[in-house]
């Protein structure tokens, strides 16, 4: 071009150089000489894109009439007449219809690839050989490559050409910008070209799954350009559209929600506690957020309008699924036949080589056993995997059915079921749901819902706000007050208050599972933590009999930086909330009679009817457990510490028992 042309010219004058061609030498210090110069350089820069131009209108001539044999995605062969048909082999045939249907289920690729993962298939991938040849090469599953497939047209049987706008900078050889084109703007495209693997509406509703998948809340203001965006998916619906993956967060309408006040989509916060928000304005020009909706109360009212909407049809919709999911073992099965049968064709050929070649030849035969060897071995690995996978799959019996319609009858059951996953009771709302809008400005207090169906139709439906700084039940604080002093701990206190159904009425309805009337076990560990220390509840390990360190100390003839390091190992067992807190020891006549020294040195040689001791060095090996095993171990109680006195010093000995509580081996002397 004429930037690099005039830049070598001045290169010339500053160097004092000749320039020369078949007509002429030239010096471009001359102002005729560089006015010819730069008149060759014009012309051969037009000549130079004129052929371009030529060469890329009969390239895209011949792409025009599909005869532009462009390269083959894996699972299709050309023949030697150009035609193009199925790749004549059943297992890449299976394995990529199988990544379209597990796409149309599950809506994600990140899915699929779990999928397949858990299921312990490979991909296909055309790649060359050592010398050179195209061929099939099975890999594991990456997340790349399944979006690769499910990007191309050709498994549509489209014949597709330009599909993407390239730009290539002036002056800047090899650098190329560009951007992917919807279809409709593609240069060719020529459906039924070949045989396909889906059809052209499969191929496109897949692209817009794809398209709501890519996160468009990446960007600040949806009305505001973004040179990112070339690389996104293409989506006839714009930016705005994009629902993005099902994820595992606790608010069911992420990507479904519309703010009612400028009709912009509400972004989730996980800060605190979850909600729904408008704040383009906010992160874009710093202005006061538009609207604030905490997710519980929207969340419970969707799926309220949502169940009452699905009863007619929840028998017929579960028959289906399981129907589907029977049919997707099936398939599996099939797949996995088709692997074992292609292990077992690599076993024939390597032992057909090995036993042509002469014995006495030990220079191959020795080479072409190790071959064979290696390929039982991926036989025997295939062979063990299929049959864990078997063992871990439930066959659909009569009594499924039975119980699954049973089920599907009692529709608030299955969705607060402890099986039903947040990703599940996502995917069943995009079902029915296209979205929401949400707006609190008509009326103080109340939160008007209007939702989208699929269907066309909108629903209108109302949910009280909660006020700010709801208090918690004041029979429940002094409930879990009472267990605290109690000296129980918090996974004690979460299971005495979900055995007495005690809830909270406020706290609850943040549980995803939640459906008024129907039970749901509420409380763990964590949840009881964070009530103590919100309303400043203390337990009382003392109450539970337990000692501080320095009292423990005292009676195990120990420091106190001594028992904690016991605490620390694992050797003696105590209470501790979290690191830095104080230390607390269950301490008894059994604690101290073991650990002590009180008990007689030589304990470990004459019981009879205990199980034996063995020392705590030797104890992982003797009792054929791993140093981690051991420690968890001890921890539960499985295994007892002794501390027996040796001269001056102390020995540890582990022993195992059988009994939930610990008795010492030996009567205590009176």
């Known amino acids: 071009n004429c930037a690099d042309w005039y830049q070598l010219l001045d290169l010339t004058v500053i160097n004092d150089v000749l320039v020369c061609d078949s007509g002429g030498v030239y010096n471009a210090r001359a102002y005729d000489d560089r006015m010819l110069l730069g008149i060759k350089g014009a012309f051969s820069e037009a000549q130079w894109h004129i052929m371009r131009q030529q ?50 289920r599950h809506g994600s690729c990140r899915a699929v690839l779990r999928q397949l993962r858990r299921d ?24 790349s490559h399944i979006y690769q ?19 290539q900078l002036p002056g800047k050889p ?3 910008y560009g951007r992917r084109l919807p279809p409709n703007e593609w240069q060719v495209l020529l459906h039924n070209a070949f045989p396909a693997y889906i059809s052209w509406e499969d191929y496109m509703k897949n692209q817009e799954t794809l398209a709501q998948n890519w996160q468009a809340s990446r960007f600040a203001d949806e009305n505001q350009p973004n040179l990112g965006m070339h690389n996104a998916p293409f989506s006839h619906k714009g930016a705005a559209a994009h629902r993005g993956a099902v994820g595992k967060g606790r608010a069911l309408l992420q990507g479904m929600v519309r703010c009612g006040r400028c009709g912009r989509p509400l972004r989730v916060r996980y800060r605190d506690k979850p909600a729904y928000m408008c704040e383009a304005d906010k992160a874009q020009f710093d202005e006061p957020r538009c609207q604030f909706f905490p997710y519980a109360h929207v969340d419970q009212a969707v799926v309220a309008a949502f169940l009452d909407a699905v009863q007619p049809a929840a028998i017929e919709a579960a028959l289906s699924a399981l129907t589907e999911l029977e049919a997707e073992q099936n398939a599996l099965s099939r797949q996995w036949g088709q692997q074992l049968d292609r292990a077992a064709h690599a076993v024939a050929v390597a032992q057909a080589r090995y036993e042509q070649v002469d014995p006495t030849l030990r220079l191959v035969a020795a080479e072409l056993e190790q071959a064979w060897e290696t390929a039982l071995q991926q036989q025997r690995q295939l062979q063990q995997e299929w049959e864990q996978l078997q063992a871990a799959q439930a066959d659909i019996s009569t009594a499924d059915v039975a119980l699954v319609r049973q089920l599907a009858a009692d529709l608030p059951a299955l969705w607060s079921a402890e099986t039903t996953t947040i990703p599940d009771r996502k995917r069943l709302l995009r079902t029915l749901i296209a979205e929401a809008t949400l707006d609190s400005t008509k009326e103080a207090g109340v939160t008007h819902i209007a939702i989208r169906w699929q269907t066309g139709g909108v629903t209108q439906t109302t949910a009280k706000r909660p006020r700010q700084g709801h208090p918690s039940n004041p029979q429940l604080l002094q409930r879990v007050r009472e267990l605290a002093q109690t000296g129980q701990d918090d996974g004690q206190i979460a299971t005495a208050l979900n055995a007495e159904g005690v809830v909270s009425s406020w706290h609850v309805k943040d549980d995803p599972a939640y459906v008024p009337g129907q039970p749901v076990a509420y409380w763990t560990r964590a949840r009881v933590r964070n009530l103590r220390n919100k309303h400043k509840i203390a337990t ?25 390091d016991w605490f620390r190992r694992g050797l003696l067992p105590g209470r501790q909330r979290r690191p830095g807190t104080p230390v607390w020891i269950p301490l008894d006549e059994a604690l101290v009679y073991r650990l002590s020294g009180q008990a007689p040195r030589d304990l470990p040689f004459r019981s009879e009817t205990e199980p034996k001791m063995v020392p705590l060095p030797e104890a992982a090996q003797r009792l054929g457990l791993t140093a981690a095993q051991l420690r968890e171990g001890l921890e539960n109680g499985r295994f007892l510490t002794w501390r027996l006195e040796h001269g001056r010093h102390y020995r540890w000995y582990v022993q195992e028992i059988a009994l939930d509580s610990a008795q010492p081996a030996d ?4």
Request: charged fraction near 20%; proline fraction near 7%.
């Open 120 to 143: 312990g298939l490979r991909l296909p991938r055309r790649q060359r050989d050592a010398i050179g040849q195209w061929g099939i090469a099975w890999v594991k599953p990456a997340y």
């Open 149 to 167: 497939l499910l990007k191309l047209p050709a498994y549509a049987g489209a014949y597709a050409y330009g599909k993407r706008q390239r730009t």
């Open 540 to 564: 009382d390990p003392a109450a539970a009999g337990l000692a501080t360190a320095k009292e423990a100390a005292k009676a195990l003839n120990a420091s106190v930086s001594v028992l904690l």
């Open 55 to 104: 060469m890329q209108a009969a390239r895209l001539n011949k792409a025009q009439r599909g005869e532009l044999a462009l390269r083959l995605p894996v699972g299709y062969d050309r023949l030697p007449n150009g035609k193009v048909i199925l790749l004549p082999d059943q297992q890449v045939q299976t394995a990529i219809r199988r990544i379209f249907r597990l796409f149309a």
């Open 667 to 670: 009567p205590q002397p009176k």
């Open 174 to 176: 090899g650098t190329v």
